[in-house]
């Protein structure tokens, strides 16, 4: 089931939880950047500047409450921050390219995986239902940086 603003905004105004302009700021930011996986310093830094007043604890507490809530999934890539997904959406994006520099992380998705998760499963007679790949390197854009600072 594809994940959209108004499926998780209904959801919420099912819940005993109002909708309030905070939280539908916070959403709309997650929901925009769904093929990625968002830190709440993440959400705060995309959404000062429309949204002030919106502070990290407030942000925080969202994040927390809407995972609560199933609808969003937290993942952790090592680094000691904690990241948040759609929690439906999870499942096609469990690959991450996660650079060593920046700290960007970007998600793909790699057929062959799917077949080495059938012949993992068979030759193991493991039934699995989900895989999760994390590549670490440098982004493209710190490639692009290092070269320059070198020159200077
Ligand atoms: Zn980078």
Redesign the pocket.
């Known amino acids: 089931m594809p994940h959209n603003i108004r499926t998780i905004l209904e959801r919420l105004n099912s819940s005993e939880y109002r909708v309030t302009w905070q939280r539908w700021a916070i959403i709309k930011e997650i929901v925009l950047n769904k093929d990625r996986q968002l830190s709440a310093e993440d959400v705060y830094n995309l959404i000062k500047q429309d949204y002030p007043e919106i502070g990290l604890a407030t942000i925080y507490r969202t994040l927390d409450l809407l995972t609560d809530l199933g609808m969003l999934q937290r993942v952790s890539f090592g680094d000691g921050k904690t990241r948040y997904g759609l929690a439906d959406g999870g499942s096609q994006y469990q690959n991450h390219l996660i ?1 060593v ?2 700290g ?1 992380v970007e998600a793909f998705d790699e057929a062959f995986l799917r077949s080495l998760e059938e012949a993992v499963g068979e030759a193991n007679q493991f039934q699995v239902i989900d895989h999760e790949v994390k590549f670490f390197g ?2 493209k ?2 490639q692009k940086e290092a070269p320059a600072r070198q020159r200077s």
């Open positions: 650079c520099r920046c960007a440098v982004c854009a710190c």
